[in-house]
């Protein structure tokens, strides 16, 4: 399908302009390996620019035209920018799928939380007028205490390729809902629609290597698909996929006999003995026929449920030297081929399918006998490759689960809805899904612990990031304050 790319500039100050450098960076549409395009190469002469003219925005006319306006004036300019994204929604979601690689229907869902995260926030920036004056209660009946909340100024807004449009807007919208100017630098792997913005805003985007557990009690078909969209959904690209799958196993009596019992090494036959009692074997082989039905193609193909990654080696001859990328294709498979090397099994895909002689495409891979010193496991892969690893009891679970230097997310599959709740509790991360994988709303917070990062996105404290907070204290006596003597009595 042919998609026509708008030859953007930089948006600065109001107005279109070309780069001080001159300079742009090809864009290339993983799917065909095609240059489709170019974006402009901004350079650090530029950021001065855009800074220079965020600090005027912020203060121009006394901050009354934005960063000291209401909240309900804000607002209004919020919903506009919802209004706008959902009347160009089929075109912004063409113009993320043949960026990013995303599938077309994924791209359109995309568009509809950008509309609705504006929405929200627009909604938060008019509570911000109730909150102004927020009394403060203090011991002593001579003074009085109230809190303003004030915008930050003017903020840097770094968004990564995966989510160009959606990331951006967990970051611009609070920002502008505070009163905050901004100077938004998308990734250059995918960043065409995001100038449909036309704004100007650091962050940085939280990687994970997050384990899902999936318990004996539960209905095999609805944990396959949600383990499976856990991890590959957004072609795998996505930080919090739950790649690291930890199926339970039960140590049956009757087991530790017949281990006892025979001269064979017990570690063998017991993990054999245990594969046959436990939910694990018909489990990876629902999830291998679950696999063999997701839809491979280009992502503007009907049906299509896995596009290509993001970049290839290919790609590297094209871009612009100032700029260095992950080439996510030659990255993936590498990974897979250590994993293969370090004594691991594929079980299920692996290689390039073979329908599809161009693009940037990865099978959805399933690797099994993991052991916990594979790269495979402690290393974040941003491709569709999940490996699994067996439990035999809860604590287990979640020792194996925490024993990662990340800490963005963890899910939980099970029907005992008590021991969902002591799982969820002892998650080492900032976001636990239960009986689920990967659901995200702009109303609740989002962030990790430990090398996932900290603060939190959306929410109420999404906005909080971009406000700071001003007390004002007022002596209202009518008395002294009497700790000095005045002169009259000296």
């Excluded at 063409?94 to 939380?113: F, H, Q, R, V, Y």
């Excluded at 992950?326 to 993936?332: A, G, N, P, R, V």
């Excluded at 390039?352 to 690797?367: A, D």
């Excluded at 008395?479 to 009259?488: H, I, M, R, T």
């Amino acid at each position: 399908m042919a998609i026509h790319l708008p030859n953007r500039q930089l948006f600065i100050d109001g107005e279109w302009r070309e780069a001080v450098l001159k300079k742009r960076i090809p864009v290339i549409n993983p799917a065909t390996e095609q240059i489709i395009g170019d974006i402009p190469a901004a350079t650090a002469e530029d950021v001065e620019i855009a800074v220079e003219a965020a600090k005027k925005a912020f203060s121009r006319n006394k901050g009354k035209d934005w960063s000291s306006a209401s909240g309900a004036y804000r607002a209004k300019y919020l919903r506009a920018i919802a209004a706008k994204i959902t009347e160009r929604k089929s075109e912004l979601g063409k113009l993320e799928a043949i960026d990013s690689g995303k599938p077309l229907d994924e791209a359109l869902w995309d568009m509809d939380d950008v509309a609705g995260c504006f929405e929200y926030y627009a909604d938060l920036a008019e509570g911000l007028d109730a909150k102004q004056k927020a009394p403060v209660s203090l011991p002593m009946e001579t003074f009085k205490s109230y809190v303003l909340k004030e915008p930050l100024g003017v903020v840097a807004l770094i968004t990564p390729w995966n989510y160009p449009l959606l990331l951006a807007t967990w970051k611009v919208a609070p920002a502008l809902a505070a009163g905050c100017t901004a100077i938004l630098k998308p990734s250059e792997l995918a960043s065409v629609y995001v100038f449909a913005l036309k704004l100007l805003p650091v962050s940085m985007e939280l990687g994970g290597k997050s384990p899902i557990i999936v318990f004996e009690d539960v209905d095999l078909d609805k944990a396959a698909e949600w383990t499976l969209f856990g991890c590959f959904w957004t072609n795998g690209q996505i930080c919090s996929a739950t790649s690291r799958l930890l199926v339970h196993v039960s140590v049956m009596p009757s087991v530790l006999n017949a281990c006892q019992m025979t001269s064979q090494p017990k570690a063998k036959i017991l993990f054999t003995l245990i594969f046959q009692e436990s939910i694990a074997s018909e489990f990876l082989d629902r999830l291998v026929k679950w696999t063999k039905k997701i839809k491979i193609s280009d992502p503007f193909k009907e049906g299509c449920r896995l596009g290509p990654v993001v970049s290839g080696g290919q790609a590297s001859g094209c871009l612009h030297p100032t700029f260095s990328i992950s080439l996510l294709y030659d990255k993936t498979l590498k990974f897979i081929a250590t994993a293969k090397s370090e004594g691991a099994t594929i079980l299920s895909g692996g290689n390039r399918p073979k329908h599809l002689n161009k693009g940037f495409f990865v099978e959805p891979t399933i690797i099994t006998d993991v052991t916990t010193s594979m790269q495979i496991w402690r290393e974040e892969v941003f491709g569709p490759v999940l490996c699994v690893k067996t439990f035999s009891n809860e604590d287990e679970a979640i020792e194996l689960a925490n024993d990662t230097h990340y800490g963005l997310g963890a899910a939980v599959i099970s029907n005992d809805p008590e021991r969902c709740d002591r799982v969820a509790k002892a998650f080492r991360s900032g976001i636990v899904w239960v009986n689920c994988s990967q659901p995200c709303f702009c109303q609740a917070p989002w962030g990790g612990i430990k090398r996932s990062g900290f603060g939190r996105d959306l929410g109420e404290w999404g906005l909080e990031n971009y406000l700071s907070v001003k007390q004002v204290t007022q002596y209202i006596s009518d008395e002294p304050w009497g700790w000095y003597q005045p002169p009259s009595k000296l």
